[in-house]
């Protein structure tokens, strides 16, 4: 492969704040502290921990933390050596207040995450992430739902706002691999910074979709262990270093250590398998927000009806993250409509 960009790859683990989603936010201290401690000694760059819908999640309509997440960024500072830790916050659930919290226990990374056309709510946490001396990173979540000039459009809004690199969030795991081409591609030609890919695997495309995002120039690159994400998890890192040692692009990351933490640590943290099932699959294919897969099984239960046709609606009406309120809702409206039918 040859990469458009000469600057070397960072590779953020996502595990325990986009697997958080997969676990129902149940993480314990001691999963953190050896999870943290085995990826730090394999050498990877930057590990988030917070909630699975960022810093302040922790709530009744996100799904409660079984462990106060500030207990657990502590706890990831104290047993990181090398790896710097990050923490996610969507502006509106998470405040300048949390930031400050995570960055006095040693968080020194911040992805501010908006929707996709909602940059501009992101200027002040950016900027106060600057002021802490923290690294600050702008996150457009749900990038396949809106043309490539929307988000070359929102990205410079960030870069103007102090992020020091933007990415490209495929939080459905819907794009399709030229679709990412063209996405890393405008924004190269169009910012001055760093360009991030983030891929959930619901079509069985993040490790592809991820090369080409390299190939194109961008050098942030989220993974998760043994794809412990939201729906279908995210692009597998070992899986990826492995590719990337094989295409000759030297990560720095010890891929023997990953195996072995991904053997004997991550994997027994995962409450079922990461496959492409049924709910994850619908959610790539009708372009839902990978974090409403549970919210979705669980409003299928409670109504009686089938949760494919609740994503299906989900996507249909462009329902976003922050809106998990309305899962209920369409699965009501869904209930309602079948027994009308019935009658
Ligand atoms: C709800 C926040 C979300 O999980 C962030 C993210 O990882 C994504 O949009 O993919
Ligand atoms: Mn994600």
């Known amino acids: 492969m040859i990469r458009k960009s000469d600057k070397p790859l960072q590779i953020t683990e996502v595990s325990l704040r986009d697997g958080s989603h997969a676990v129902a936010h149940q993480f314990t201290e001691s999963q953190i502290r050896s999870a943290v401690r085995a990826l730090d000694e394999a050498g990877v760059h930057n590990i988030e921990v917070s909630h ?17 997440e500030m207990k657990l960024i502590e706890a990831a500072v104290e047993e990181s050596k090398q790896s710097r830790i990050a923490v996610l916050l969507l502006p509106g659930i998470g405040t300048v207040h949390e930031l400050k919290q995570a960055h006095s226990l040693g968080a020194s990374l911040v992805r501010v995450a908006t929707h996709v056309t909602e940059a501009d709510v992101s200027a002040q946490h950016l900027h106060m992430a ?38 490209v969030t495929d939080s459905a795991g819907a794009l399709l691999p030229h679709q990412v081409k063209e996405r890393i591609e405008a924004l190269r030609g169009s910012l001055s910074i760093e360009i991030g890919f ?26 998760s262990v043994r794809c412990l994400g939201a729906g279908a998890g995210n692009t597998q890192t070992e899986v990826l270093v492995a590719v990337l040692q094989k295409m000759g692009i030297n990560t720095g990351i010890d891929l023997y250590r990953m195996m072995d933490l991904a053997e004997h640590i991550i994997g027994p943290m995962l409450h079922r398998p990461q496959e492409i099932l049924t709910g994850s699959l619908v959610m790539g ?14 409003a299928g239960k409670r109504f009686g009806i089938d949760s494919r046709d609740i994503l299906v609606e989900l996507g249909r009406r462009g329902i976003i993250g922050g809106q998990e309120d309305m899962i209920l809702d369409v699965a009501a409206e869904l209930a309602h409509k079948s027994k009308s039918e019935v009658l």
């Not at 294919?285 to 669980?298: D, I, P, Q």
């Open 52 to 68: 699975g819908d960022g810093l302040g999640g922790s709530t009744l309509q996100y799904g409660r933390s079984l462990i106060d």
């Open 130 to 167: 600057r002021e802490l001396g923290m690294e600050a990173i702008g996150f457009l979540m749900m990038s396949h739902s809106a043309p490539v000039a929307k988000l070359v459009e929102q990205a410079k809004l960030m870069e103007s706002y102090g992020a020091e690199a933007v990415y």
């Open 198 to 223: 983030h891929a959930h695997n619901n079509l069985s495309l993040a490790v592809a979709n991820t090369l080409v995002a390299i190939e194109e120039g961008a050098t942030r690159i989220d993974g």
């Open 285 to 298: 294919y009708a372009g839902v927000y990978s974090s409403f897969l549970l919210h979705a099984e669980r």
